[in-house]
C-alpha cells in the first residue's frame, strides 16, 4: 500500500531527526534483535556488527530513504544491490516482520515522546512500503533459482595458493548435479560454523573465474583478512581496551581450517556487478557492453577476482565464434567439439602452461610477458619464443571483438595472483588485450615492461599521460568496471570523470554492509 501525501510530508520532517539519530537507532536495533533473536547471527555479519559498518549502513539508509520518498527510483541501484546480497543469504519475508517490528521499536526506545502516534503510523507504513517491494523482488530472484532455494553443501575439490594472503577454493556440490551458469562479475555466499562464535557466519566472494560450460564447479579466490592493526588503532588514539584486532571470521576459517575434502554451505550465483554483451547500445545499468568499443576492467588487491572472470569470459565468447567461423584449433577449417567451453579459464599452478598449449605452444615455461603496447613474448628455459603462428587459433579479430584494457594495481610482486595466467593471455591475443601493473614495490627479480609497468601507486593521470587510456577516453561507447577497496573506487571514478567519462559508464563493485 503506498504512502498518503500527509504520511510522506510527516516523513520528510523527521529527515533531521534521522541525520541526529539514526546512528543511534540502529545500534539498539541490532543490539536487541540479536540479543532475543540468537538464530539470526547466522545471518548478520558479526565483524560489521563490531566494526559499526552494518548499524551505519542502515542508518544512512533509513535516511536517503526518508529523504526520497517522493522519488523511490533515486536508490533503485542501491534497493538492488540489497536484493541480490538478501537472496545470496535466503532471507525470508518472515524476516521482515521480525526486523520491523524490532526497528519500529527502537525508533520508539530511542526517540520517546517524540515519535507521537502519528509519526509512528507513517513510518510503519513506509518500512512495510519498502519491505513489500523487496520481498516481491526477491521472490523473483528466488523463483529464477527453483531448483536451489537454500544454502546448498559444496565439497572443497581443489586449494591453491595464489599468493601469501589470496587462496583458491574450487567447490563442487556434493550431489553432483549440473550447476547452473553465471554472469562474470557476480558471487556466491559461503557459509561456515565459526567455533569462536558458536555460530555460521556467511560472506560474499566473486566467483573467479568465467563460467564452465561442464557445470562441474566453481572457484572463489579468498584473501585473509587480518583483521584491524591494533597498534595503529592505539596511535590513533583509540581506547586500547576497546581494541580487538577481530581478524575476518569466514577467510580464517577457510584458509586455516578448510581443506579439500571438507564440505562447507554455498548460496546460488547473485549480484548485479556482472558484464554480458550487447548488441544494442551500452546499458550500463544491466552492467552490458557493445563488443566493438573498449572495455576497462580496473581492479586493484582482491578485487581482481571478478575481473578474472569477465576477461575470460569476453575471450572465451569471442574464441567460441571464432571455432564456428573455422578456426578451432585446427587448420583445416572444421568446427571444434568444444564450442561454449573455455580454454582459457585459469586452474590454479597449472593454469600458464594449460592456456600456451591452447594457444598452440607446447613445451616448458616460465611465463613472462610484455605488459605495454601489445607487445608479448614468452621466455622459456632462458630463450624468448615468439607467438607461434599456431596461435590465430585463439587470437581474436580486433573488429569483431572487445578491446580489453586490464589494469590491475598492487602492494608489490608478492600479491599479485594469476599474473602468469594473465600474461599468458596477453600472449595468445596480444592485438585483443592490453596488461598494465602498477607496482610500487617489484621484487629484485621482476622486470620493468615484464612483471610490471609503472613502479608507482595508482593513477588515472599517468595513464593518461602515457596514453594508455587514449583508445578508451575518445570512444563514448566505451565502459569501465572498477573493484577494490572502497577508497580506490572512489579515487577511480573521480579520475574517470575528471578525464570526462560519464558517470554511468563507470560500474563500480561495493558489497557494502547491506543487511
Same mark, same amino acid.
Given at each position: 500500500? %503506498?504512502?498518503?501525501?500527509? +504520511? !510522506?510530508?510527516?516523513?520528510?520532517?523527521?529527515?533531521?531527526?534521522?541525520?541526529?539519530?539514526?546512528?543511534?537507532?540502529?545500534?539498539?536495533?541490532? !543490539?536487541?534483535? *540479536?540479543?532475543?533473536?540468537?538464530?539470526?547471527?547466522?545471518?548478520?555479519?558479526?565483524?560489521?556488527?563490531?566494526?559499526?559498518?552494518?548499524?551505519?549502513?542502515?542508518? $544512512? %539508509?533509513?535516511? =536517503? $530513504?526518508? +529523504?526520497?520518498?517522493?522519488?523511490?527510483?533515486?536508490?533503485? =541501484?542501491?534497493v538492488a544491490r540489497v536484493n541480490q546480497k538478501h537472496a545470496s543469504l535466503y532471507v525470508r519475508p518472515e524476516q521482515y516482520e521480525v526486523v520491523g517490528r524490532?526497528? *519500529?521499536?527502537?525508533?520508539?526506545?530511542?526517540?520517546?515522546?517524540?515519535?507521537?502516534?502519528?509519526?509512528?503510523?507513517?513510518?510503519?507504513? /513506509?518500512?512495510?512500503?519498502? /519491505?513489500? *517491494?523487496?520481498?516481491?523482488?526477491?521472490?523473483?530472484?528466488? %523463483?529464477?533459482? =527453483?531448483?536451489?532455494?537454500?544454502?546448498?553443501?559444496? &565439497?572443497?575439490? &581443489?586449494?591453491?595458493?595464489?599468493?601469501?594472503?589470496?587462496?583458491?577454493? $574450487?567447490?563442487?556440490?556434493?550431489?553432483?548435479?549440473?550447476?547452473?551458469?553465471?554472469?562474470?562479475? +557476480? $558471487?556466491?555466499?559461503?557459509?561456515?560454523?565459526?567455533? %569462536? *562464535? !558458536?555460530?555460521?557466519? /556467511?560472506?560474499?566472494?566473486s566467483l573467479s573465474r568465467a563460467a564452465r560450460v561442464e557445470g562441474d564447479s566453481y572457484r572463489i579466490s579468498v584473501k585473509r583478512e587480518k583483521g584491524l592493526s591494533v597498534a595503529a588503532a592505539k596511535a590513533d588514539g583509540h581506547n586500547a581496551e576497546d581494541i580487538q584486532a577481530r581478524p575476518g571470521y569466514v577467510s580464517n576459517v577457510l584458509h586455516d581450517h578448510k581443506h579439500v575434502g571438507d564440505v562447507v554451505q554455498v548460496s546460488h550465483p547473485a549480484g548485479e556487478f556482472y558484464l554480458e554483451p550487447t548488441s544494442g547500445a551500452s546499458d550500463v545499468e544491466s552492467a552490458s557492453y557493445r563488443p566493438d568499443h573498449p572495455v576497462v576492467l580496473i581492479s586493484a588487491g582482491v578485487g581482481i577476482t571478478p575481473m578474472m572472470a569477465m576477461l575470460e569470459a569476453m575471450l572465451c565468447t569471442s574464441a567460441a565464434q571464432e571455432r564456428v567461423d573455422g578456426y578451432a584449433g585446427t587448420n583445416n577449417g572444421s568446427k571444434a567439439k568444444t564450442v561454449g567451453t573455455c580454454p582459457f579459464t585459469s586452474d590454479g599452478d597449472a593454469n600458464a602452461n594449460e592456456a600456451l598449449k591452447t594457444s598452440g605452444y607446447t613445451g616448458s615455461t616460465s611465463v613472462s610477458t610484455g605488459l605495454q603496447n601489445g607487445h608479448a613474448s614468452i621466455h622459456t628455459n632462458g630463450h624468448t619464443v615468439s607467438p607461434s603462428p599456431q596461435s590465430k587459433n585463439v587470437t581474436i579479430s580486433s573488429t569483431t571483438a572487445p578491446k580489453i584494457h586490464f589494469i590491475h594495481a598492487t602492494r608489490s610482486s608478492l600479491h599479485i595472483p594469476f599474473l602468469p595466467h594473465l600474461q599468458s593471455l596477453q600472449h595468445s591475443h596480444p592485438a585483443q588485450l592490453r596488461l598494465t601493473i602498477f607496482n610500487p614495490s617489484p621484487s629484485p627479480m621482476a622486470q620493468e615492461g615484464l612483471d610490471w609497468s609503472f613502479r608507482e601507486r595508482f593513477s588515472i593521470k599517468r595513464l593518461q599521460k602515457d596514453g594508455l587510456l587514449d583508445s578508451a577516453l575518445e570512444d563514448e561507447g566505451s565502459v569501465y568496471f572498477v573493484c577494490g577497496p572502497e577508497g580506490f573506487m572512489a579515487d577511480v571514478r573521480r579520475g574517470l570523470e575528471s578525464a570526462g567519462v560519464e558517470r554511468e559508464r563507470v560500474r563500480v563493485e561495493n558489497f557494502g554492509a547491506g543487511v
Open positions: 500500500m %503506498s504512502l498518503t501525501s500527509s +504520511q !510522506k510530508s510527516i516523513i520528510k520532517a523527521t529527515v533531521p531527526v534521522l541525520a541526529e539519530h539514526g546512528l543511534t537507532i540502529t545500534k539498539l536495533f541490532y !543490539k536487541n534483535l *540479536l540479543r532475543e533473536i540468537p538464530s539470526l547471527n547466522d545471518v548478520f555479519n558479526t565483524a560489521n556488527q563490531a566494526n559499526g559498518a552494518q548499524p551505519g549502513a542502515l542508518a $544512512y %539508509s533509513l535516511h =536517503a $530513504y526518508a +529523504q526520497n520518498i517522493d522519488d523511490l527510483a533515486a536508490l533503485s =541501484a542501491f524490532y526497528l *519500529l521499536a527502537a525508533m520508539g526506545n530511542v526517540l520517546g515522546d517524540a515519535l507521537a502516534p502519528e509519526i509512528l503510523d507513517a513510518w510503519t507504513a /513506509a518500512y512495510w512500503q519498502l /519491505a513489500n *517491494l523487496m520481498i516481491a523482488r526477491e521472490a523473483e530472484i528466488y %523463483s529464477h533459482e =527453483a531448483t536451489w532455494s537454500d544454502w546448498r553443501p559444496f &565439497r572443497i575439490v &581443489r586449494k591453491v595458493h595464489e599468493t601469501a594472503e589470496i587462496t583458491s577454493f $574450487y567447490l563442487a556440490p556434493t550431489d553432483g548435479k549440473r550447476l547452473p551458469m553465471y554472469r562474470p562479475g +557476480q $558471487y556466491i555466499s559461503v557459509q561456515v560454523d565459526v567455533e %569462536s *562464535l !558458536k555460530y555460521s557466519q /556467511a560472506r560474499q566472494y
